[in-house]
T-cell receptor, first 107, second 114 residues
Framework: KNEVEQSPQNLTAQEGEFITINCSYSVGISALHWLQQHPGGGIVSLFMLSSGKKKHGRLIATINIQEKHSSLHITASHPRDSAVYICAVGPGNQFYFGTGTSLTVIP | EAGVAQSPRYKIIEKRQSVAFWCNPISGHATLYWYQQILGQGPKLLIQFQNNGVVDDSQLPKDRFSAERLKGVDSTLKIQPAKLEDSAVYLC????????????FGQGTRLTVV
């Protein structure tokens, strides 16, 4: 069993739709990270959070420490949001990664 | 601030050849990671440095992979000799404090072994 599980693995949405990607983890953590990876391979850090909720533009990330669960929401999705979204958790000395959610937003 | 720099961006080599990747982390970041990401999978940690010391290299195939971080700044990852299954994106990341602070990733090096 992986330390970090993401769902769904693949997601196709129509432009403008509200999108949710889920992440569950089994290890104790000090922080959870949401990362975005475009087809070229580079990874961008979207959020780092250890409690509550963070918002950046159309992106919202929430975390429930008791339930060991986090969600990434994208409001008013756009084709440029098409990417792989990766959840990573840090128990303090390393990162554990989910396998990613591949999102395709169709115009 | 400048991001994590990696080079080259792409590399194609034949099996049994050698290859080296370079990473320059964000200035002041003590922790540096090398990850291997095979197509369709999440990144897998190869080696983690804290300054110039190795914290974790348990998943590094030491018979063919080596990495160093001289002076606790730049790092190189080498594969010698390469195998077909080494085809992947090699990502370098750095952070101030391992796991507890935001990690910054480089653009990655896409290696194709033919």
């Amino acid at each position: 069993k992986n330390e970090v599980e993401q769902s769904p693995q693949n997601l196709t949405a129509q432009e403008g739709e509200f999108i949710t990607i889920n992440c569950s983890y089994s290890v104790g953590i000090s922080a959870l990270h949401w990362l975005q990876q475009h087809p070229g391979g580079g990874i961008v850090s979207l959020f780092m959070l250890s409690s509550g909720k963070k918002k950046h533009g159309r992106l919202i990330a929430t975390i429930n420490i008791q339930e060991k669960h986090s969600s990434l929401h994208i409001t008013a999705s756009h084709p440029r949001d098409s990417a792989v979204y990766i959840c990573a958790v840090g128990p303090g000395n390393q990162f554990y990664f989910g396998t990613g959610t591949s999102l395709t937003v169709i115009p | 601030e400048a991001g994590v720099a990696q080079s080259p961006r792409y590399k194609i080599i034949e099996k049994r050849q050698s290859v080296a990747f370079w990473c320059n982390p964000i200035s002041g970041h003590a922790t540096l990671y090398w990850y291997q990401q095979i197509l369709g999978q999440g990144p897998k940690l190869l080696i983690q440095f804290q300054n110039n010391g190795v914290v974790d290299d348990s998943q590094l195939p030491k018979d063919r992979f080596s990495a160093e971080r001289l002076k606790g700044v730049d790092s190189t990852l080498k594969i010698q000799p390469a195998k077909l299954e080494d085809s992947a994106v090699y990502l370098c990341a750095s952070s101030l404090l391992a796991g507890e602070t935001e990690a910054f990733f480089g653009q990655g090096t896409r290696l194709t072994v033919v």
